[in-house]
């Protein structure tokens, strides 16, 4: 399979509104699913970390996202947030597209999902927990063409990877949650 490169956080394509997948069978479609679920092996495989990536990201302006949790890497086509939390919580967060930077900003603390697998069929996930529930955020915020950057708390909410990692402790206290390091999303 050829190598798709990730976007950078400057691509005007990464915000575009991405199209609903309109047959889950379509060998094209089919095809760019493979292809998303291969770059997040190949990323998770190269820095030993990442856990969901969302087509535009390589360019394909549909509405998917492939996710690895830990038990090999699956698509979610057409996801949707059904529901979400009243309560929030911060976070710094990051991104495949801009790996040097991390920003702070704030997510639902719960979501419920509804999505269609890779057989057709309706799934819906219910109140997940913080983890799941922030990366689902992150990924399908990709969808709509907006970008953790665009979420900064304020102007102090973006800092250098560098940085972070050298005052991890001091960042990591102006937060209510921390990923558990690293995890690119």
């Known amino acids: 399979m050829t190598f798709a490169p990730i976007l950078s956080s400057d691509d005007p394509r990464l915000r575009l509104i991405a199209s609903p997948v309109l047959d889950v069978f379509d060998v094209e479609f089919r095809q760019q699913s493979e292809l998303l679920k291969f770059r997040l092996d190949a990323f998770r495989q190269q820095y030993g970390f990442g856990r969901g990536i969302a087509a535009p990201q390589l360019g394909i302006s549909k509405r998917f996202i492939a996710l ?14 059904i529901w979400r939390s009243a309560r929030t919580f911060t976070m710094w967060d990051d991104c495949m597209c801009f790996p040097d930077t991390l920003v ?15 057989n057709g069929e309706t799934i819906e996930w219910q109140e997940l927990d913080r983890s799941l529930s922030e990366l689902l955020q992150h990924e399908l915020d990709h969808l709509d063409g907006i970008l953790a950057l665009d979420l900064a708390l304020d102007d102090q909410s973006k800092v ?6 050298s005052h991890r402790a001091k960042f990591q206290c102006q937060v209510d949650y921390v990923i558990p390091s690293p995890a690119i999303a």
């Open 68 to 81: 690895n949790l830990g038990q090999g890497s699956f698509t979610l086509i057409n996801p949707e947030i």
């Open 104 to 118: 702070k900003v704030r997510r639902s603390e719960s979501i419920s999902l509804r999505f269609i697998d890779e």
């Open 160 to 165: 250098s990877r560098q940085e972070f990692e």
